[in-house]
């Protein structure tokens, strides 16, 4: 038989039947849903649920992946939280802001505004990391990032990095703290906060408090 008469033999499809059609199409959907009914629980041990959120729960944060002079936000009591690793070029300019700031050494409502552990000069655990709400003091606007130093539109042209808050012009250094002579009447706050590891924040809770 030649190639020809065997594609002539070959038998055509006919229509699919239309019960095992909607079988077909039953199961998939059903295959379907399981797979997000595994993915959804999965993903949610991961995160507190809204409610959680509202009522103040611990916010866990990885934050291996973040190298130095990046920054990386996330929701804590439905406030923005900056979780920065500052360059050892940027923790150098804390100590050159010291005689411009308003509370330099965070002494103005410390168990407010400032835990214990980060009443020191860089105002965190360690020193390379800051943990801040990002909440202006003054009317709750949310400062901007300015980590690039010199002259720029709004700011002093010895600027040494920080952060502006573009509603009123209160600035704030590399830690957070607010300079001198602006409506901000306050340093950032820096909220309860421990490491789980070496890697692994825990944004809400303290053991130390």
């Not at 505004?113 to 390379?128: C, F, G, M, V």
Request: glycine share 8%.
């Amino acid at each position: 038989m030649t190639p020809s008469s065997q594609a002539s033999a070959a038998p055509e499809a006919g229509p699919l039947d239309p019960t095992k059609r909607n079988w077909i199409l039953a199961t998939a959907a059903v295959g379907g849903a399981g797979a997000a009914a595994v993915a959804v629980p999965f993903v949610s041990t991961f995160q507190p649920s809204e409610r959680a959120k509202a009522a103040g729960a611990p916010v866990e944060v990885d934050i291996s992946a973040l190298k130095p002079g990046e920054k990386v936000t996330v929701e804590w009591r439905g406030k923005p939280v900056w979780i920065i690793r500052r360059t050892p070029e940027q923790l150098e300019t804390l100590k050159r802001t010291e005689a411009e700031l308003a509370d330099p050494k965070s002494q103005r409502n410390p168990a407010e505004l400032t835990p214990d552990y980060a009443r020191n000069q860089h105002r965190s655990i360690k020193p390379e990391v800051l943990v801040a709400v990002g909440i202006c003091s003054h009317l709750g606007c949310s400062p901007v990032d300015k980590f690039q130093t010199g002259a720029q539109p709004s700011l002093p042209d010895d600027w040494t990095g920080g952060f502006l808050c573009p509603c009123h012009g209160s600035t704030f250094d590399m830690a957070g703290r607010v300079f001198r002579n602006k409506p901000a009447p306050d340093n950032l706050e820096v909220p309860p906060h421990m490491y789980l590891s070496d890697t692994k924040l825990l944004i809400g809770e303290d053991k130390k408090a």
